[in-house]
């Protein structure tokens, strides 16, 4: 996918090169029909392409008309592009409505929506949501670091204890227990929280991770 900066606001001929060569593109099969095709420039689209957008059937009008001005010598350096037989037939069919534009107010506003604005933009931080409360069952993705508590306390008491209802004798290892899961289930918030404010790759959940486990690891 190619992108363009435009320093002014999107003019019908620019737009109708484009769309040209969407259409004719679709109609060789080098890519499907998009479900929409939207027109984003930091100034939005200009008063005279707004007016085409928003009349379907007068842009396809438009760019029949302006075919051989706008589009023929421009849609491929390889060759001329006639509008005729097969091809003028799919233009003529071609569902101009799937065409639009976004403001780039509009623009703003969803790209705050997503995991990227923060990271990119700065700003205040969301809010951090309320953590997991922890059920009463043990859930699949609890199992390893429940069987591992489990572990160290029949280690410690020199006895095996298999399930967390062998718990309630050991008030210390209960209460310990307890603790444990409401810890686990704070960092799997804060897991999540992570995924939905920064992009991929950014990885601060492991790093702190990593950073703990060099901090303790020489005590443990």
């Known amino acids: 996918m190619g992108y363009k900066h435009y320093n002014g606001p999107i003019t019908p001929k620019t737009a109708l090169l484009k769309i040209g060569k969407m259409i004719y593109y679709t109609y060789k099969k080098e890519f499907s029909v998009p479900k929409n095709y939207y027109f984003v420039s930091p100034k939005g689209a200009g008063p005279q392409l707004s007016k085409l957008i928003d ?17 023929k010598d421009d849609i491929t350096k390889k060759e001329q592009v006639l509008l005729e037989g ?8 071609f569902d101009f409505s799937i065409i639009k ?17 923060f990271y990119r933009f700065g700003g205040i931080i969301p809010s951090r949501p309320e ?42 290892e209960l209460n310990h227990f307890i603790r444990q899961k409401n810890v686990f289930l704070k960092l799997k918030s804060l897991k999540l929280f992570e995924r939905d404010i920064l992009p991929d790759g950014i990885n601060a959940f492991e790093e702190l991770k990593n950073d703990v486990f060099e901090g303790i690891i020489d005590h443990a």
């Not at 009349?55 to 589009?71: I, R, V």
């Not at 069987?147 to 008030?171: C, G, M, P, R, W």
Request: proline fraction near 5%; include cysteine.
């Open 131 to 172: 953590s997991f409360l922890p059920p009463d069952d043990i859930n699949e993705h609890e199992q390893i670091y429940v069987e591992k508590l489990l572990e160290a306390y029949s280690v410690y008491h020199k006895n095996s204890i298999n399930t967390t209802l062998e718990l309630n004798q050991f008030d210390t």
């Open 86 to 93: 097969d091809f003028k037939d799919y233009l003529e069919s």
């Open 55 to 71: 009349k379907p059937n007068d842009f396809k009008k438009k760019l029949l008309k302006e075919w051989d001005k706008t589009c």
């Open 101 to 117: 534009d976004i403001e780039p107010q509009e623009l703003i506003v969803q790209h705050s929506e997503t995991r990227y604005h």
